[in-house]
């Protein structure tokens, strides 16, 4: 079997004729398509990205499920990050690993790919920090790549702290929208 892996010029060109409303990555050369967005997924990302803001947004840029250019074959689009601040709030071009402070992927449904492909693709390009939050309310947080792996590993529960490793304190208390959201 032949097997083509996409560049970044092929797949933009692939994304301009994907139908309205299909939401597909670039990772590692193969597309992916993302699955909807359901209510407890958009909930996480909702509070993160508000607690994210309120906390460092004096510091960093919080940009929302928007792709991320990792490399000439890796386009993924987390469902958070923060960005080293620009003027042009990235305009001129997407930003790259050396822009990232923290990633971070709401794992609902996609655990098994976060942890095995995104998670890899992350640590290759040098992203200083991951966090990967689970459905049972786990936080994880991923801390010092090397090669495509990272080097630490913390968990944290709802009530404990935590604050991305490059921008210090204030401390986020990490307790997640609490229910069972509807099937």
Known sequence: ML???LSLEEFQALLEKAPEG?????LDGEVYEMAP?????????TYLA???ERLYGDRALVYVQNPLRLS??????PDLALLQPREDFYRARLPEPGDTLLVVEVSLSSRELDLKVK????????IPEVWLVEETG?????????????RHRLLL????????LLLGHPLLRWDPPRGTPPA
Do not use: F, W
Not at 37 to 45: E, Q
């Open 119 to 126: 998670l890899p693709l992350y640590a290759q390009g040098g």
């Open 37 to 45: 967005i359901g209510s407890g997924h958009a909930s996480l990302v």
């Open 72 to 77: 000439q074959h890796s386009l993924p689009q």
């Open 3 to 5: 097997r083509h892996r």
């Open 157 to 164: 529960e709802p009530g404990e702290e935590v604050a991305p």
């Open 50 to 52: 508000k607690q994210l």
């Open 22 to 26: 299909v939401r597909l990555e670039l």
């Open 138 to 150: 786990t936080l994880e947080v991923y801390r010092e790549p090397r090669g495509s792996h990272y």
